[in-house]
């Protein structure tokens, strides 16, 4: 207890940023020992100046800090501090990770983590690559990591745990703030499943720069990024160009080169980002050998279909087509296109959406 006071603590002292708290713990060890050091032993440490070294021997941990804490025990949660073993292995290497983790649920050290972002707005689209993506690399042994925003990131969150897979949500506020409101449900579905995780003191709102500030962590903890649907704006660039800088891999799903929304993923990939479709387009780029993973066997490839299917389904993409323009295509009457469709869907390889719209099911 008295020890995490001094962690949250010490992430108050106005002038120490990231970089700074860890160049302090790499000298005294400890946070409590920075508080008790001299003023010229704080003045060895690269980063503190004069004045710094002041405002440390003269500062009071403010009352807030001891009711943040307070509110974390009161909630069930936890903090993993940077000197902790089950501290994210592949986050203590990037430029400026967080002294500080507060977690709900089981945040794995050194899980293979891949984090899948997008658009907020996402389309129909967007949204079933994302869950199918999800899904395939959870059964293949992925943890799916992201931000639990609307769109993409809740697709990604929910086709996880649609085949029992893990899962890790950082967000851009504190835990005690579940932020959209409407991914309550999805909040605590996730704790059960993985973590729900935060740099932020515990009632932190969901204030604009937070977010920015928190995708270093989502690419940070993260062997490579999945970019799903991004304007040429999108904060998901922002994850992209962040795993870039930390040496992570970067990949992107194309969608329509007549859809906005996808403009950011095509100049992703026209930068040198990797093209993906399937999830074997990562596990490949990732060099990771299947006998590290659990075996895979494709649902689609023990699934018969009639010739009659076949030809509704060449005629299908992941981009929904009104059941006019099939029955048009296939020549066929609208009855017996319908009656495929079913077929189709119910076998799992057609989704339909709102209007009479249907797209293939699979990635």
Request: glycine fraction near 10%; include cysteine; hydrophobic fraction near 40%.
């Amino acid at each position: 207890m008295q020890s995490l006071i001094h962690w949250l603590g010490l992430k108050t002292v106005p002038g120490v940023g990231n970089r700074l708290f860890l160049n302090l713990l790499q000298q005294f060890g400890e946070p409590e020992k920075v508080f008790s050091a001299s003023r010229e032993a704080l003045l060895q440490v690269d980063g503190v100046s004069d004045r710094l070294s002041s405002v440390i021997k003269g500062y009071e941990i403010p009352e807030e800090v001891h009711e943040d804490l307070a509110l974390v025990e009161k909630n069930g949660a936890g903090i993993i501090t940077f000197s902790d073993s089950n501290y994210p292995t592949l986050l203590r290497h990037i430029h400026d990770p967080p002294p500080v983790l507060y977690v709900y649920g089981k945040l794995r050290p050194d899980s293979l983590n891949i984090a899948i972002v997008g658009s907020r707005n996402a389309t129909s689209y967007g949204r079933t690559v994302t869950e199918r993506l999800s899904g395939d690399l959870s059964q293949r042994g992925f943890t799916i990591v992201s931000g639990m925003a609307r769109g993409i990131d809740s697709a990604a969150h929910a086709g996880t745990l649609a085949v029992g897979g893990k899962t890790v949500a950082v967000l851009g506020c504190g835990l005690g703030t579940i932020y959209p409101a409407e991914n309550r449900k999805l909040f605590h579905r996730i704790t059960e499943n993985g973590a729900v995780v935060s740099e932020f003191s515990f009632m932190t709102p969901p204030e604009a720069h937070n977010f920015p500030v928190r995708n270093r962590i989502i690419s940070g903890v993260s062997l490579g990024t999945v970019i799903v649907e991004a304007t040429h704006q999108s904060g998901s660039l922002i994850t992209a160009r962040l795993a870039a800088e930390q040496g992570r891999e970067v990949f992107a799903v194309p969608g329509s080169v007549k859809s906005f929304k996808s403009m950011g993923t095509h100049r992703l990939i026209k930068e040198g980002a990797k093209l993906v479709e399937h999830a074997d387009d990562i596990v490949e780029e990732l060099n990771i050998t299947q006998e590290a993973l659990p075996d895979d066997t494709s649902v689609a490839s023990s699934i018969r279909l009639t010739s009659a299917e076949e030809k509704v389904l060449d005629k299908l993409s992941p981009y929904p087509i009104h059941i006019d323009n099939l029955v048009r295509e296939l020549s066929l009457s609208a009855g017996h296109v319908s009656g495929l469709l079913l077929q189709l869907e119910l076998k799992g390889l057609v989704t339909q959406t709102p209007g009479k719209f249907f797209s293939r099911g699979e990635l």
